[in-house]
T-cell receptor, first 112, second 115 residues
């Protein structure tokens, strides 16, 4: 069965420092992977996806993610975090007929 | 381009009452999804429609939840009767076409509190 694990509950970084949010996946076949961000009282916003091609995927707001097949990981990264990046981040994997299975989410806190 | 619209944004009801949520997807999006997001968890798919047909409702508690998308555009999700454990945010999402585009676009959600 497909699943996504986001092992950390909260990620705290100082503004200007690199940000990494971890995700590992389990799915049969080729993985289609996504990152979404959720701000308070808002729906989820699409950040980026990996379908095929380069292992480093660039997305919105300066975020990127690295697909690593051997480690079954798809970590989200940002070189220099902003206070406005504080939000809830979800990793997801596509399965079946275009359905998404989400991880539990990571709360990112960027300290000024 | 207008996003996914949902109403109401907030709803408080007592257990055993009924409630309905409405969703209008992005124009032209054939596929519509309803998710349940319980506090501290990721969204869980309840039902997926393609046009006006149900593709997957395997995780919908059918004894109390129902959903329809009669004309293949907007959709309604109903809970009757509600239980305390139904307190959650109900998210609607839509996508352009299951064969070409994989991104799902989410509405702001309806926060349901059952007391």
């Amino acid at each position: 069965a497909q699943s996504v694990a986001q092992p950390e509950d909260q990620v705290k970084v100082a503004e200007g420092n690199p940000l990494t949010v971890k995700c590992t996946y389990s799915v049969s076949g080729n993985p289609y992977l996504f990152w979404y961000v959720q701000y308070p009282n808002r729906g989820l916003q699409f950040l980026l996806k990996y379908i095929t091609g380069d292992n480093l995927v660039k997305g919105s707001y300066g975020f990127e993610a690295e697909f690593n097949k051997s480690q079954t990981s798809f970590h989200l990264k940002k070189p220099s975090a902003l206070v406005s990046d504080s939000a809830l981040y979800f990793c997801a994997v596509l399965y079946g007929n275009n359905r998404l299975a989400f991880g539990k989410g990571n709360q990112v806190v960027v300290i000024p | 381009e207008a996003g996914v619209a949902q109403s109401p944004r907030y709803k408080i009801i007592e257990k055993r009452q009924s409630v309905a949520f409405w969703c209008n997807p992005i124009s032209g999006h054939a596929t519509l999804y309803w998710y349940q997001q319980i506090l501290g968890q990721g969204p869980k798919l309840l039902i997926q429609f393609q046009n006006n047909g149900v593709v997957d409702d395997s995780q919908l508690p059918k004894d109390r939840f129902s959903a329809e998308r009669l004309k293949g555009v907007d959709s309604t999700l109903k809970i009757q009767p509600a239980k305390l454990e139904d307190s959650a945010v109900y998210l609607c999402a839509s996508s352009l076409d299951t064969g070409r585009s994989y991104e799902q676009y989410f509405g702001p959600g309806t926060r349901l509190t059952v007391t």
